[in-house]
């Protein structure tokens, strides 16, 4: 082990859009893998959403590879096929199905429910891994639900919201880079973000110029010897609130 100086290296994205279904997850998951690559041919779209990528081909030529099922495995073979196709993003549209098809596996398993999510867990933990050591930007989409806690009131105990719950293992949003919450009006806002692009922002609409943002904030490098050009990149970002 050798202490060196800290060094901003070129990142490759891991980005999560959820929302409710109708929010407008997968058409907001392609502006942004377009305004990245500037080339639909260089976006794969893993669908498990029953071919809705498909009802957004009118805006280019990306790729699509539909899911035969929802396992990790199926999931970690799709992604390796899209970077051998020679993608530079990839969506995964959407990541819930795959903790849907766990969750259904783990009910059927016989024996202690605590002690089979250790035939559970490993297989989650690895498809994760793959999207965080993927060669790609990942993007991937997540189905949400409205969640609900219990409260005392007068002696009662009454549902009351507390927000959107992702369809997914507990704290996943920790393993992405930013993830943005897609309401039914089709706005923006951000519950992470390593990214200082989005923190503090207002509501704001999807177009490609996020994903340029983004590609920017990936491709930003920083020697020992020199600071990162940021001021072209804050100036970006600032419109995207607009």
């Known amino acids: 082990m050798q202490l060196r100086p800290s060094m901003r290296r070129a990142a ?7 929302g409710a279904s109708g929010s407008g997850k997968t058409y907001s998951s392609l502006l942004i893998a377009y305004g990245m690559t500037s080339d639909w041919s260089r976006v794969a779209v893993i669908d498990s959403e029953n071919g809705s990528a498909d009802l957004y081909a009118h805006l280019g030529s990306y790729q699509v590879l ?16 899209c970077e051998q196709a020679g993608a530079e993003v990839i969506v995964i549209d959407s990541i819930s ?5 766990l969750l259904d596996f783990h009910a059927n398993l016989q024996g202690n429910s605590f002690t089979n999510w ?3 867990t490993p297989r989650q933990n690895a498809f994760i891994q793959r999207i ?30 507390v927000g959107l719950k992702a369809v997914q293992r507990d704290n996943v949003d920790y393993e992405f880079t930013a993830v943005l919450d897609i309401a039914m009006n089709h706005k923006a806002t951000t ?9 503090g922002r207002p509501e704001f609409t999807i177009t490609p110029a996020v994903g340029q943002a983004i590609l ?24 995207l609130s607009a």
């Open 118 to 120: 250790a035939k559970v």
């Open 191 to 199: 519950s992470k973000d390593r990214t200082g692009l989005f923190t």
């Open 132 to 161: 965080l050591n993927s060669s790609c930007h990942i993007i991937c989409t997540m189905r949400s639900k409205q969640d609900y806690d219990l409260s005392d009131k007068n002696g009662k105990m009454v549902p009351e919201k």
């Open 97 to 101: 199905h795959c903790w849907d098809y």
């Open 66 to 81: 539909t899911l035969p099922d929802y396992s990790p495995e199926t999931y970690i073979e799709a992604i390796g096929i």
């Open 12 to 18: 490759k994205m891991r980005l999560a859009l959820a």
């Open 216 to 239: 920017k904030w990936c491709n930003l490098t920083q020697t020992a010897q020199s600071n990162p050009s940021t001021q072209n990149l804050h100036s970006h970002a600032s419109c």
